[in-house]
Nanobody, 115 residues
Framework: QVQLVESGGGLVQPGGSLRLSCAAS????????MDWYRQAPGKQRELVAG???????NYADAVKGRFTISRDNAKNTVYLQMNSLKPEDTAVYFCHAFYLGNHYWGQGTQVTVSS
């Protein structure tokens, strides 16, 4: 059983930055793929960024050039650096891991971009 704990959300003004962290525990092996999703009110959950154990990254078009995903394999931790934040980035951000054929989700952290 894998547990994912997110941190780093909050309220920020447009143009500001936040850094989200997601620490995974309970896995015997390094987790192959870890991702960040987000869900805004009234909208479906969507993929924001993903990273493999080898460091291959992918991003949603809406965040390319503004967000950076990274991970520390030794700590089983994934990060999301969010710069140039916009009001439309407001959402609950969820960490996701795919491990030994199962999907695991964190509890989510709220990001609000507002002046």
């Amino acid at each position: 059983q894998v547990q994912l704990v997110e941190s780093g959300g909050g309220l920020v003004q447009p143009g500001g930055s936040l850094r989200l962290s997601c620490a995974a525990s309970g896995s015997r092996f390094s987790i192959a793929a870890m991702d960040w999703y987000r869900q805004a009110p009234g909208k479906q959950r969507e993929l924001v960024a993903g990273i493999t154990r080898g460091g291959n990254r992918n991003y949603a078009d809406a965040v390319k050039g503004r967000f950076t995903i990274s991970r520390d394999n030794a700590k089983n931790t994934v990060y999301l650096q969010m710069n140039s934040l916009k009001p439309e980035d407001t959402a609950v951000y969820f960490c996701h891991a795919f491990y030994l054929g199962n999907h695991y989700w964190g509890q989510g952290t709220q990001v609000t971009v507002s002046s």
